[in-house]
């Protein structure tokens, strides 16, 4: 079975560009998450979603931050514009759990680096 | 806000020792997760641990919970290299879904 793929793998862009991400949760999963990770930190949750529902967005920095799960199954995380504090790696997680986050289980990451 | 923190941040160990690292939270919860994370790559699922008293073991490591204390901890039993890797715990807040990650533990088992 597939695990959560995520794209691009790598990303460099230049201050004030746009930048988007995707992922493919496991299928099955209802439950979605992006975290953010710093270097040498653990991951920060940044959005979660419940379905094609974002139920705990209270993390994600609106100003430049946006996400959507259209038909509860991909999503793609977009900032506009980017800027230099914004260079981490980008995780997604999707978990089968109905109580409870349950067991998370994550993608390779997208590592965005900004110039 | 519930805060988790780990120690040590960096150990480095030599082979066939064992070792302990800790895990602290300050509220309380009864759900706690062990994941690891080795260089570039995505955080690996190890450990559920779902209530007072839970202990699971795989290989040369252990994972237990204790919620009263708020700590978990992670024992590894006679280390080999193939363990080097960064161990994150993280804690379920009570009555939410979101979870809270530790800043981590690098491990490094030297020969």
């Known amino acids: 079975e597939a695990g959560v793929v995520q794209s691009p793998r790598y990303k460099i862009i230049e201050k004030k560009q746009p930048v988007a991400f995707w992922c493919n949760p496991i299928?099955?999963?209802?439950?979605l998450y992006w975290y953010r990770q710093n270097l040498g930190q653990g991951p920060e949750l940044l959005i979660r979603?419940?379905?094609?529902?974002?139920?705990?967005d209270s993390q994600l920095p609106k100003d430049r931050f946006s996400a959507e799960r259209l038909k509860g199954v991909d999503s793609t995380l977009k900032i506009q514009p980017a800027e230099l504090g914004d260079s981490a790696v980008y995780l997604c997680?999707?978990?089968?759990?109905?109580?409870?986050?349950?067991?998370?289980?994550f993608g390779e990451g997208s590592r965005l680096t900004v110039l | 806000e519930l805060k988790v923190e780990q120690n040590p941040l960096f150990l480095s160990m030599q082979e066939g020792k064992n070792y302990t690292i800790y895990c602290n939270y300050s509220?309380?919860?009864?759900?706690l997760y062990w994941y690891r994370q080795d260089p570039g790559k995505s955080l690996e699922s190890l450990f559920v641990?779902?209530?007072?008293?839970a202990v699971k073991q795989e290989g040369r490591l252990m994972a237990s919970l204790d919620t009263k204390a708020r700590l978990s901890t992670l024992h590894i039993t006679a280390a080999v290299h193939d363990l080097s890797a960064t161990y994150f715990c993280?804690?379920?807040?009570?009555?939410?879904?979101?979870?809270?990650f530790g800043k981590g533990t690098k491990l490094s088992v030297i020969p």
């Open positions: 997680a999707s978990s089968a759990a109905t109580t409870g986050s349950g067991e998370l289980f």
């Open positions: 299928s099955g999963h209802n439950t």
């Open positions: 979603y419940e379905n094609e529902e974002a139920v705990d």
């Open positions: 509220t309380t919860s009864d759900r």
């Open positions: 641990l779902l209530s007072n008293g």
């Open positions: 993280a804690v379920e807040s009570a009555g939410s879904y979101q979870l809270t």
